[in-house]
């Protein structure tokens, strides 16, 4: 009965690489999220997402791309994985847009080699 | 700009201890603040939280005060048990967006 799930929870890939994070909510919240958790462990908003519309962009590459194929879902694309990509990627969903009630998925621990 | 601060870990105390983990914070406004929990294995989840001057957050046995005078939110309890071990995360909410601490690892020994 997760409420916020991700999948994969470790990713280990090579340089160049393109890959994907998915996360799914069974909360029924209107608002999805992305945060990265650098290497001084501090977790920064990336996207955020609202029925399926783009809110927040933060100073992301647009090598990062999400996607929203519906309320439930906001997975994570990264194209052409970078060594400095290698973080811990946080999901998280609210029941509507600027919450402050979040809930957090257990992230995705991605190592770029 | 917004930023938090909290002292750096591991935290290692015995059963029974007193816990202090300390949180400071810089913000433009007046932000909510939080502490979240993450145990092994699992995402943060929100232990507490104040959203003005004074307030006193609490769970758990764990407790917080929004003191605006000195920017803090030090999170406290006063007797801790091994299933508190976990790493414990500050954060400030402003302007519709979640500033983080580094988050302090608290170890509890039997």
Redesign the interface.
Known sequence: DTAVSQTPKYLVTQMGNDKSIKCEQNLGHDTMYWYKQDSKKFLKIMFSYNNKELIINETVPNRFSPKSPDKAHLNLHINSLELGDSAVYFCASSQREASETQYFGPGTRLLVL | GNSVTQMEGPVTLSEEAFLTINCTYTATGYP?L?W?VQYP??????LL?ATKADDKGSNKGFEATYRKETTSFHLEKGSVQVSDSAVY?C?I?NF???Y????TKLNVKP
């Open positions: 909510s939080f979240y294995g699992e995402g943060l989840q929100l939280k995360f954060a909410y519709n967006k979640f983080f601490g580094s988050g």
